[in-house]
């Protein structure tokens, strides 16, 4: 039982560096929408990020996680591409933005206003298309 909703807690989307919580109760509630339909532990490896740590691992300098609005997220047996295609079935996530991270095994959501979507492979940001081409069934998800 979590204390933000159903199945999450603070304590998941604290930053690593300072354990600071600032996080958007839209998205806590759009990720228990998407537990809820993956019917599987949803597992979030980076909420709230402050703006020290946020630079500490090169993340973008405008990213949602500042504001508590995002999260890298995994889900186990469940290949990125798979994740993209439930999250695309949460409204707020639809509306918002989605990353897809086939090497890294996860998914970046976020409830920004406004639709945005894109891929990493190698550190590279690329199409989505392509990204979501080399999930390929290969799933590094450990949640």
């Known amino acids: 039982m979590g204390d933000l909703s159903k199945n999450f807690s603070r304590h998941e989307f604290a930053c690593r560096c300072c354990g600071r919580t600032e996080i958007n109760q839209r998205l806590v509630d759009a990720l228990q929408e998407l537990r809820d ?7 979030v490896t980076s909420g709230y990020r402050c703006p020290e740590h946020n630079r500490t691992i090169g993340g973008a300098t405008r990213s949602q996680h500042l504001l508590g609005t995002a999260a890298d997220i995994a889900v186990r047996g469940m290949p990125p ?6 999250a695309e079935d949460v ?3 639809r509306n918002g933005g989605i990353g897809v991270y086939p090497d ?5 959501v976020d409830v920004r206003d406004g639709r945005a979507r894109w891929g990493q492979l190698d550190g590279k940001y690329v199409a989505l298309a392509k990204a979501l ?3 390929g069934g290969n799933d590094h998800a450990t949640a």
């Open 37 to 43: 339909l993956a019917g599987l532990p949803v597992r």
């Open 133 to 135: 081409k080399n999930t």
């Open 91 to 93: 409204e707020a996530f």
């Open 81 to 86: 591409a798979e994740m993209y295609r439930l």
């Open 104 to 108: 890294k095994g996860f998914i970046h």
